[in-house]
């Protein structure tokens, strides 16, 4: 790891991934700016923070969801002593597609999609120009269940499709930024001991102390262990857990594979 001090944005910074990440690297000597919705979270992390690692913390309050708020943290992350970007925050809107409700399905485009899409947008000249950078947007595994009924996997067409869409975004824009010196990985978790099953994203959950869903999963704490190893090794896709990258490699063969026979299907 690089650990000159920059500066990292963390977005859903006030619990499960979002937080252990930050705390990871504030531990390397990085300094943080967190955003999240929920004020007392992040204050509590913040002081943590400034006490255990002696980094400074920055704090902003923003539902990415609003226009306004992600105008604010777009801003934030085009600073030029932005030098790490995790696009962490997230929702789920689990749910029968029939039943989901307009608003919801607009909030989790909002974030999942647009916000991630803006953040990336606007640290990455800042990171070119300085000719340093990392990037990492988090999207999951369910980005590959596409097809896989529910029972055990939840009822998720809007957010799988936009974890797909991290994954194909944050793959291309690594093609495109290759031979630059910016580092870019897509987070591929699956279940992770986190509250995220907790609320469906309308709300934050209630409460200042974390609290793991009942579903249990994979530690935080091996979810971040797994991206800063395969940033190391310059993994674009890390999925935690996935010890052969066999899978992974495959993507690319597939994606070609049909490209070229859907050519000469064409000739």
């Known amino acids: 790891m690089d650990t000159r001090r920059d500066t990292a944005l963390v977005t859903g910074a006030s619990s499960g991934i979002g937080a252990a990440y930050a705390e990871r690297l504030a531990s390397?000597?990085?300094?943080?700016?967190?955003?999240?919705?929920?004020?007392?979270?992040?204050?509590?992390?913040?002081r943590r923070l400034r006490e255990g690692t002696g980094t400074a913390v920055e704090t902003l309050v923003a539902d990415l969801s609003d226009p306004g708020?992600?105008?604010?943290?777009?801003?934030?992350?085009?600073?030029?002593?932005?030098?790490?970007?995790?696009?962490?925050?997230?929702?789920?809107?689990?749910?029968p597609f029939a039943g989901l409700e307009p608003e919801l399905m607009t909030k989790i485009l909002d974030v999942n999609v647009l916000?991630?899409?803006?953040?990336?947008?606007?640290?990455?000249?800042?990171?070119?120009?300085?000719?340093?950078?990392?990037?990492?947007?988090?999207?999951?595994?369910?980005?590959?269940?596409?097809?896989?009924?529910?029972?055990?996997?939840?009822?998720?067409?809007?957010?799988?499709?936009?974890?797909?869409?991290?994954?194909?975004?944050?793959?291309?824009?690594?093609?495109?930024?290759?031979?630059?010196?910016?580092?870019?990985?897509?987070?591929?978790?699956?279940?992770?001991?986190t509250e995220f099953h907790r609320s469906r994203g309308d709300a934050p959950v209630p409460g200042r102390e974390q609290a793991v869903h009942e579903d249990g999963g994979m530690p935080v704490d091996q979810v971040v262990d797994a991206s800063l190893a395969a940033l190391d090794t310059g993994e674009v896709v890390c999925v935690p857990g996935l010890e052969d990258p066999a899978p992974v490699d495959g993507l690319a063969e597939a994606e070609l594979a049909i490209r070229t026979a859907a050519r000469r299907g064409g000739s």
């Open 28 to 46: 390397l000597g990085w300094d943080t700016v967190l955003v999240a919705r929920r004020a007392q979270r992040l204050d509590d992390l913040a």
């Open 115 to 193: 916000a991630v899409t803006a953040l990336t947008r606007a640290a990455v000249p800042a990171m070119l120009e300085r000719g340093r950078g990392t990037l990492v947007n988090v999207a999951s595994q369910l980005a590959f269940a596409g097809a896989l009924p529910p029972g055990p996997l939840p009822e998720r067409a809007v957010y799988g499709g936009t974890k797909g869409y991290v994954v194909t975004f944050t793959r291309t824009l690594a093609a495109e930024l290759a031979g630059t010196p910016l580092r870019i990985q897509v987070l591929c978790p699956g279940l992770t001991a």
């Open 69 to 95: 708020d992600l105008a604010g943290v777009a801003r934030r992350a085009a600073g030029d002593d932005i030098g790490f970007l995790l696009n962490n925050a997230g929702i789920n809107g689990y749910g």
